[in-house]
């Protein structure tokens, strides 16, 4: 019969199970609604439907390099514990490899698209979850690409916590592209130079830094040019290639570059949850809950 998608949103309601494990379940059992129902109990996808409303804020980085291609990808768990399992590890480096060799566009392009193995990304994340026991999701992720005459900077700190890819081009050297990569992951610049802020930025700024010196009591007559020496300051503070390197404070990163000949054209940094809103379990209060259900 005809699968609807009245059909497979009830599934989905009932279960939490993916849009797509619904659909193909629905197919699998020619449209019984509970049937289905079992069919992904069965295969362990309703169950990490449930998980759906957890927090998956925890997770690792990874780098993967083949040639001049490289991938840096963010994916997340509930827990660091489980972030260090194996499990999880196999599952991040399967779809470090996939995303490598099909290069979807969007992270909804690469859930939907089909792995070697056969299985869709999606299903093969909820397969991970239903073995591992938690919720697990491709966040992010980004492609470079670079010359025989260029060098990535890769860098993972603290086992994945945080990812760095960069892309120097004019130099081979990649223990300085990594260098870089470091210098960047522990400083976190925004920018790589003062012509990537856009105007819009640059004026707020200066609005912040002209208040904030009129509240200070400056006269007026220099506040103007105490605002653009503030403002350079702080551009200089946040465009890597203006920053002291940390390797070596009396040169800035951007004079470290040159040095080798080479020039900075991207750089990517990943930060393990960063922008994700942790929840406050309570342990407690789950276990009396769990305690009355039973």
Same mark, same amino acid.
């Given at each position: 019969?005809?699968?609807?998608?009245?059909?497979?949103?009830?599934?989905?309601?009932?279960?939490?199970?993916?849009?797509?494990?619904c659909?193909?379940?629905?197919?699998?059992? #020619?449209?019984?609604?509970?049937?289905?129902?079992?069919?992904?109990?069965?295969?362990?996808?309703?169950?990490?439907?449930?998980?759906a409303?957890?927090?998956?804020?925890?997770?690792?980085?990874f780098?993967?390099?083949? +040639?001049n291609?490289a991938?840096l990808?963010?994916? @997340?768990?509930?827990? #660091? &514990? /489980?972030?260090?399992?194996? +499990? &999880?590890q196999?599952?991040?480096?399967?779809?470090?490899d996939?995303?490598?060799?099909?290069?979807?566009?969007?992270?909804?392009?690469?859930?939907?698209?089909?792995?070697?193995?056969?299985a /869709?990304?999606?299903?093969?994340?909820? %397969?991970?979850?239903? %073995?591992?026991?938690?919720?697990?999701?491709?966040?992010?992720?980004?492609?470079?690409?670079?010359?025989? @005459?260029?060098?990535?900077?890769? !860098?993972?700190?603290m086992?994945?916590?945080? +990812?760095?890819?960069t892309?120097?081009?004019?130099?081979?050297d990649?223990?300085a592209a990594?260098?870089v990569?470091?210098?960047?992951?522990?400083?976190?610049?925004?920018?790589?130079?003062? #012509?990537?802020?856009?105007?819009?930025?640059?004026?707020?700024?200066?609005k912040?830094?002209?208040?904030?010196?009129?509240?200070?009591?400056?006269?007026?007559?220099?506040?103007a040019?105490?605002?653009?020496?503030?403002?350079n300051? !702080?551009?200089k503070?946040?465009?890597?290639? #203006?920053?002291?390197?940390?390797?070596?404070?009396?040169q800035?990163?951007?004079?470290?570059?040159?040095?080798?000949?080479g %020039?900075?054209?991207?750089?990517?940094?990943?930060?393990?949850?960063?922008?994700?809103?942790k929840?406050?379990d309570?342990?407690a209060?789950?276990?009396?809950?769990? /305690?009355?259900?039973?």
């Open positions: 019969m005809a699968i609807t998608a009245q059909m497979v949103k009830e599934l989905r309601e009932k279960t939490g199970a993916g849009m797509m494990d659909k193909k379940a629905l197919v699998q059992v #020619d449209g019984d609604i509970a049937a289905a129902v079992d069919f992904l109990r069965e295969k362990g996808l309703a169950a990490a439907g449930k998980k409303d957890r927090v998956a804020a925890e997770g690792t980085t780098i993967l390099e083949q +040639g291609e991938i990808l963010e994916v @997340n768990a509930e827990t #660091d &514990f /489980v972030a260090k399992n194996e +499990g &999880f196999v599952l991040v480096k399967e779809l470090a996939h995303l490598l060799a099909t290069k979807p566009e969007t992270v909804e392009a690469a859930l939907e698209s089909t792995m070697s193995n056969g /869709v990304v999606s299903a093969h994340i909820s %397969t991970a979850i239903a %073995t591992i026991g938690e919720k697990l999701s491709l966040r992010r992720f980004v492609i470079e690409t670079k010359t025989d @005459n260029d060098a990535f900077g890769a !860098y993972l700190h086992g994945g916590r945080i +990812g760095v890819l892309v120097v081009e004019g130099t081979t990649e223990a990594k260098d990569a470091m210098h960047i992951a522990a400083l976190n610049p925004k920018y790589i130079s003062h #012509d990537q802020i856009s105007a819009e930025e640059v004026e707020h700024e200066r912040v830094l002209t208040e904030q010196a009129l509240n200070e009591g400056k006269p007026e007559n220099i506040v040019k105490m605002v653009e020496g503030r403002l300051k !702080y551009f503070e946040i465009c890597v290639l #203006d920053q002291p390197f940390v390797k070596n404070p009396d800035t990163v951007g004079a470290f570059i040159a040095s080798l000949g %020039t900075l054209t991207s750089m990517v940094r990943y930060e393990v949850g960063e922008g994700i809103e929840r406050e309570n342990f209060e789950e276990v009396m809950n769990q /305690v009355k259900g039973n």
